[in-house]
């Protein structure tokens, strides 16, 4: 029977064999080194506590070499025309990995961890509200 860390130290482990001698990461075996899996197998390791078990350097390297430096943005791999989603993905990717420059992305969300906070803090309020309403009309 599977327990849960191994069942997750097995994900895990998967999600590191993505990473292609490129530096890459993959979505599957035999296919090529994709940007987006640089987010989507990160954002997984990370929430995980494995972020640490990819090569952050070679992903770096990678990520960095599919930008067009001529008209800006990330490209899926390295020659390939940049695009809105793969920019997206790639920056998220450098930020899991402290990038230098860049805020912190929030793994589950991947939207920028000071907007997460406000998210939250706001529906705190919002529940607090409630509660207090709901108070009110009992008295």
């Not at 990370?46 to 990520?63: E, K, N, P, V, Y």
């Not at 025309?81 to 969300?109: C, E, K, N, R």
């Not at 907007?115 to 803090?121: D, M």
């Amino acid at each position: 029977m599977f327990s849960r860390y191994t069942a997750c130290v097995t994900g895990c482990c998967r999600l590191c064999e993505r990473q292609t001698p490129s530096g890459g990461l993959n979505g599957r075996p035999e296919k090529l080194q994709d940007v987006c899996y640089s987010w989507w197998c990160l954002s997984c390791l990370s929430i995980l506590g494995r972020l640490h078990w990819i090569d952050q350097t070679a992903l770096t390297r990678f990520i960095l070499h599919c930008q067009d430096e001529d008209d800006g943005g990330i490209s899926d791999r390295p020659e390939d025309m940049a695009d809105v989603y793969h920019t997206f993905f790639g920056i998220a990717a450098l930020s899991l990995m402290g990038y230098p420059g860049l805020q912190g992305v929030d793994p589950t969300w991947a939207l920028p961890v000071s907007v997460v906070k406000r998210l939250k803090e706001a529906q705190e309020q919002q529940r607090e509200v409630k509660t207090n309403l709901i108070s009110a009309d009992s008295c």
